[in-house]
């Protein structure tokens, strides 16, 4: 396909474009979230009088008077239906007032008293202590052959909590008419977030709407409804007026999820010839007192590398703590970070070049159950990789290349994640002037979507972009999938295609792709790709600078070049965040995140890399899906991090096992 610039372009720089809180609407209200100061306890009571003496302020929301909601499968939605504090940061209570001011200025009003419990905020080591772990997957007898192999290695790797920090805040605007409601609200899925406000609401679906044309980012924080949403619509019910309600960066630290951290034991058994003979991957990850959330860290384990015996497992420790949840390559990002680095060590251990060890450790199918592949093109990108980044020229050595008082080195890393499709519905209708409709409750977080639907459109009326509209971002709309896993443009695009193929015979068409994808062959779907990183280490203050980072990438047929390749870049920045510089610093005392705004959690800009490219191979794959493509919103962040941190150690010959790899915690080291 060719590449074509976001339809929405002009909307979005000439300010035109509204996002959720933008939208003109007479006589709003506003309403400011007010969070818990305590790591746990109980609300003893909510002293309001201060507050509602302020002019303007209409109304004072808490435990003590919010309306019954009708319990979902997220305690985090049960906004106000208990006393308990399950974590500091919590939502405890909300003031509306006539203005955003006025709603501040009353809710530091407030004077919330507790009875406080000692919190437990910290995540430990527990693998000895507590061995019970829930088994991912197991083949063989991975503990007979670790401890039987030639070579073998076992190390653990740390990764922090990380927080999603999209531009545009959870944000919503929420109005009542009667007993209909409706949200302009900023999310992943304006179907899912219909659903769980009629439930929650105690409504019928068809009397809630959730307008999403525009969404800020999300990188999986808006993949789920947040308290925003629930506590809008209650505000607005509540004053009988429409209600602006958006979070504030400091509160996203603790209301709208993150990625959990994790404490990942690697072990590796191998012959002296680099072939594993035992792959085991354990790992500790948190989650709250109030919700269930599991990170998925072992899922690209199984399917990586051949070896007879394996296992990869987890377990969950509730703290006292907000509700981790999905962020971009869930699962897979931290996962691959301690995978990619144990293949760097035991390619040292091995003397053997780490390009080569991944070579000599492909499977045939998939290591997981035995699928074929539908395509794999893993050495491919490693090879196209190794020749555009000179790779031939590096020498193996730590610390061979110094330049007056800097280290260089170089590092690799694998990247993959499964490509997945959800069923979908989407109609087509041809306009009496030529041009075409097609609608779908889709979401475009700002990827291109809306873009790429227009050209998997365009090409299946065999027409021009230019005569194809695109509706989405409205779950009055057909219903849609989740904008989350890579699945987005598969999902719905196989619902547009379809729906473009039968409109070659009519002037409208409904699809629903339900029945093509329970019909599906067996097949092991993923994307693959390769890191190769560069950097230069100041011995004196241990400064890491990156001058170039290269993705190759294997993901089916691309199908806009433009907007794919922002994706991979994307995703690869992020991954350079993790390695060097994001981490959100738990106060174990107060059981708060310290960092919560963007001036003290640091993310990487464009000074801190100079030379950032990806590419893609031409793979074609008759597995997957119409448009022959596979997802790649996620792979640019998978295994990023380990090239950073493996080039660190060609560098300096110091292995950092810990996230993120800042001068305090590599100078000590040199």
């Not at 390559?329 to 091995?350: I, K, Q, Y």
């Not at 519905?425 to 075409?436: L, Q, S, V």
């Not at 699809?511 to 019909?519: G, K, M, N, S, Y």
Request: aromatic share 4%; with cysteine; charged share 25%.
């Amino acid at each position: 396909m060719r590449s074509l610039e976001r339809v929405e372009a002009r909307a979005k720089v000439t300010g035109t474009a509204h996002y959720a809180v933008e939208h003109p609407v007479e006589g709003a209200a506003y309403a400011v979230a007010v969070q818990a100061t305590v790591g746990r306890g109980e609300i003893e009571s909510v002293g309001t009088d201060e507050a509602r003496a302020l002019p303007g302020v209409l109304a004072v929301l808490s435990c003590e008077n919010a309306p019954k909601l009708t319990p979902v499968d997220d305690a985090e939605l049960e906004v106000f239906q208990s006393r308990r504090v399950a974590y500091h940061g919590q939502l405890v209570a909300a003031v509306v007032a006539e203005t955003l001011e006025t709603a501040r200025a009353a809710a530091a009003q407030l004077r919330i008293m507790y009875d406080t419990d000692d919190h437990n905020v910290l995540l430990k080591d527990e693998h000895a202590d507590n061995p019970d772990f829930s088994i991912d997957h197991e083949q063989g007898d991975p503990e007979t052959a670790f401890a039987e192999a030639p070579v073998s290695l076992d190390v653990t790797y740390t990764t922090p909590a990380e927080h999603n920090n999209p531009m545009e805040p959870h944000a919503t605007l929420a109005a009542w008419d009667g007993d209909e409601l409706t949200v302009h609200d900023s999310n992943q899925g304006p179907t899912s977030v219909r659903d769980t406000l009629a439930q929650v609401f105690d409504l019928a679906p068809s009397r809630v709407r959730v307008i999403s044309p525009h969404v800020g980012g999300g990188f999986g924080s808006k993949g789920t409804p947040r308290p925003t949403v629930v506590l809008a619509a209650m505000a607005a019910r509540a004053v009988g007026r429409p209600v602006k309600l958006a979070f504030t960066r400091q509160q996203m630290f603790a209301m709208t999820g993150y990625r959990t951290p994790t404490i990942q034991r690697m072990r590796l058994g191998a012959n002296t010839d680099g072939t594993l003979t035992a792959i085991v991957h354990e790992v500790i990850q948190q989650s709250s007192t109030i919700r269930d959330f599991d990170e998925g860290t072992t899922k690209a384990t199984p399917i990586m590398y051949a070896a007879p015996h394996r296992r990869a497992a987890h377990r969950i420790v509730r703290l006292d703590v907000p509700s981790p949840s999905w962020m971009r390559a869930p699962g897979h990002c931290p996962g691959m970070w301690a995978l990619e680095s144990a293949m760097d060590e035991l390619a040292v251990m091995t003397g053997i070049d780490p390009i080569e060890l991944r070579v000599r450790n492909e499977p045939e199918t998939s290591p997981e159950d035995g699928s074929p592949w539908s395509s794999r093109n893993l050495l491919a990108c490693l090879r196209e990789g190794a020749e555009r980044f000179g790779w031939a020229d590096r020498d193996p050595l730590p610390c061979a290349r110094r330049e007056g008082r800097t280290l260089v080195g170089t590092g690799v890393a694998s990247a993959t994640y499964p490509v997945n499709r959800e069923p979908n519905k989407a109609t087509a209708h041809a306009e009496p002037d030529g041009r075409f409709t097609v609608r779908i409750a889709a979401a475009d977080i700002g990827t291109g979507a809306r873009t790429a639907l227009t050209l998997i459109a365009a090409e299946a009326l065999k027409t021009d972009p230019d005569r194809v509209t695109v509706e989405i971002g409205d779950s009055h709309l057909p219903k849609a999938s989740l904008a989350g896993g890579s699945t987005g443009t598969m999902s719905w695009g196989t619902a547009v295609h379809r729906a473009c193929e039968a409109l070659l015979d009519g002037a409208e068409a409904t699809v629903d792709t339900e029945d093509e994808l329970a019909a599906e062959e067996k097949y092991a779907r993923h994307a693959f790709g390769a890191h190769f990183v560069e950097v230069r280490v100041d011995i004196d203050t241990g400064e890491i600078r990156v001058p170039r980072m290269l993705g190759v990438f294997a993901a089916g047929r691309i199908i806009n070049p433009l907007t794919a390749r922002s994706q991979f870049l994307g995703g690869m920045t992020m991954g350079l965040g993790m390695a060097l510089m994001e981490e959100s610093t738990m106060d174990r005392r107060f059981g708060d995140y310290l960092n919560h705004d963007l001036a003290q959690y640091h993310v990487p800009v464009c000074a801190d890399v100079a030379d950032l490219q990806a590419v893609w191979l031409d793979e074609e794959d008759p597995h997957l899906n119409p448009m022959g493509a596979k997802g790649i919103g996620e792979i640019g962040i998978v295994g990023a991090a380990a090239a950073v941190a493996n080039a660190v150690h060609h560098a300096t010959g110091v292995r950092v096992r810990d996230l993120p790899i800042t001068p305090p915690r590599l100078l000590p080291l040199l």
